[in-house]
């Protein structure tokens, strides 16, 4: 069984920075994307980005420029580094493994999601 838990959600000011991280178990996690997604209030879970099993990484236009997705596979840990936060990064942020052949950016792509972390944005 492969369980996700991430940390280092909080509260942050505006134009402020938070670093995610997310814990994987399971000894093939290089061979898998990691992608985050967040989710806030009323919404939908929204692809933000994924690191790729090359070490490529995509990011959703929301966060291009802003966000940086990194991973360290000797501790099956991949980072979001938040910069320049925003009130509308305000979510629940999750992270999950890509299902076996699959690399994209959609919720139904992935198999196995974080309990998520809550991060909050003030203006």
């Known amino acids: 069984q492969v369980q996700l838990v991430e940390s280092g959600g909080g509260l942050v000011q505006g134009g402020g920075s938070l670093r995610l991280s997310c814990v994987a178990s399971?000894?093939?996690?290089?061979?898998?994307?990691l992608g985050w997604f967040r989710q806030a209030p009323g919404n939908d879970r929204r692809f933000v980005g994924i690191?790729?099993?090359?070490?490529?990484?995509l990011y959703a236009d929301s966060v291009k420029g802003r966000f940086i997705i990194s991973r360290d596979n000797a501790k099956n840990t991949v980072y979001l580094q938040m910069n320049s936060l925003k009130p509308e990064d305000t979510a629940v942020y999750y992270c999950?493994?890509?299902?076996?052949?699959?690399?994209?950016?959609?919720?139904?792509?992935?198999?196995?999601w974080g309990q998520g972390t809550q991060v909050t944005v003030s203006s």
């Open positions: 399971g000894r093939t996690f290089s061979s898998y994307g």
């Open positions: 999950a493994r890509t299902r076996p052949g699959y690399s994209g950016m959609f919720p139904e792509e992935y198999d196995y």
């Open positions: 690191s790729w099993s090359s070490g490529r990484a």
